[in-house]
């Protein structure tokens, strides 16, 4: 990925920082100590279990801000988390997926409050589409459209700017990041447990088994993830067939025996129902083309030589059911020798320490490795 016109600017543009009277020596001299202070803020802020109240005494409230951005189809709503300080600062569009709670749970102003009081100003993106446990290729565009609505506002310094994205959100701001529109104005992207392909995926979910190396083994699908590939699967079918498959397979071994399906749902069908992962394979290249190209449009694959950011941060949760660790290992291989790339694996449960129930000592060396794999984010922030 090579390194964008806009992240070449001269540090005497960034304002945010400049410290008038201090030699642009020392200003660089302290980077490291002012990249290891915002990773601490945010580390400290990011896990609720962490103890973190010190931090509210140095660092000011954020500012949250209702806000509408342009989409594809209209205008949407959201909420910017930023410095309550004046100043232009690093923003990033924080694509969050598919969650299974409403957008008013108190966890998700947990993020945009971390990113706030590190330094940044973050547009926290909800997608309709995938609040409907549904993944479109929509949203690429849609995503790409609101980073850059949010690098034009006058807090924010596109220079310094990026996107970040969780589990599916992390391959749909990697597909957003190569957008024409934006790629050359993308300086840093993070994502945590992406998928490579939606079609190796798929036939992980349908075979409930991944790659380990050169062999297959069982794998946990998780119900959620479940759920959101039979919606996005079935989104092409007539609403009340439709309704049938996501009835019958909200749980596996489902059956619509006695049901008289389109040639489309036939084809559905036998993919939901594959008893391996070479039955899987075959039925998903059995699907209808306008199927098939939908797979192809939502994989990140296809997207690698688009990207131009300088700073890639990847991460994944070695036993992770909700995305198989084997996605992100595959999306590694392929970025394989790019000196922009930061690839961690991690003991976690999906980003939440709390599941893996791991004795104090693997937990310390976790909750290190994961700030050891965010660094990079803040110091490209103080660049």
């Known amino acids: 990925m090579a390194q964008s016109a806009a992240s070449q600017q001269t540090v005497s543009n960034r304002a945010d920082f400049q410290t008038p009277g201090i030699p642009l ?36 409230s954020p500012l949250v801000e209702k806000v ?8 949407a ?17 924080v694509c969050l997926g598919v969650v299974p709670f409403g957008v008013d749970h108190p966890q998700i102003p947990i993020l945009g409050k971390a990113l706030a009081r590190a330094g940044f100003a973050a547009l926290l993106y909800w997608s309709p589409a995938m609040r409907d446990f549904r993944l479109d290729p929509a949203d690429i565009e849609n995503i790409s459209l609101a980073y ?65 190396g050169d062999r297959r083994e069982p794998w946990g699908v998780d119900q959620l993830t479940r ?21 019958a397979f909200a749980v596996e071994n489902a059956s619509l025996s006695g049901r008289i399906l389109s040639a489309e749902g036939r084809a559905v069908y036998a993919l939901l129902t594959a008893r391996d992962a070479a039955e899987a394979d075959a039925a998903l290249h059995r699907l209808p083309v306008f199927m ?8 990140p694959v296809n997207y690698l030589d688009g990207l131009r950011a300088p ?10 059911q909700v995305i198989p660790v084997s996605e992100s290992r595959s999306l590694h291989a392929a970025l394989a020798g790019n000196l922009g790339e930061h690839y961690t694996e991690m003991q ?6 709390t599941k893996g129930r791991l004795p104090l000592f693997r937990l310390a060396r976790e909750l290190g490795k994961f700030f050891r794999a965010v660094y990079p984010l803040f110091r490209q922030a103080v660049a």
């Not at 909420?79 to 569009?93: D, H, I």
């Not at 700073?311 to 992770?320: S, Y």
């Open 25 to 60: 020596v020392f200003t660089r001299s302290t980077r490291p100590l002012r990249a290891l202070a915002r990773a601490a803020v945010f580390f400290l802020k990011v896990f609720p279990m962490l103890p973190s109240r010190p931090v509210d005494w140095v660092t000011k």
């Open 148 to 212: 850059d609505w949010l690098i034009r506002q006058p807090y924010a310094d596109p220079a310094r700017s990026g996107l970040i994205g969780t589990c599916v959100g992390g391959a749909f701001a990697l597909m957003a990041a190569a957008s024409p529109l934006i790629r050359e104005r993308v300086a840093f992207l993070a994502a945590y447990a992406p998928y490579f392909s939606m079609w190796t995926f798929a036939r992980d979910i349908a075979s409930a088994t991944r790659m380990n």
């Open 292 to 299: 098939q190209e939908r797979l192809t449009a939502l994989s």
């Open 311 to 320: 700073l890639f941060v990847q991460l994944h949760d070695v036993g992770d």
């Open 77 to 93: 709503e959201g909420e910017v988390y930023r410095p309550s300080g004046p100043g232009r600062f690093p923003a990033a569009v």
């Open 348 to 353: 976690f449960s999906h980003l939440d320490p």
């Open 68 to 75: 509408r951005y342009p989409t594809s189809s209209g205008f």
């Open 227 to 247: 759920k959101v590939f039979v919606h996005s699967l079935t989104a092409g079918l007539e609403p009340e067939e439709a309704e049938w498959f996501r009835s």
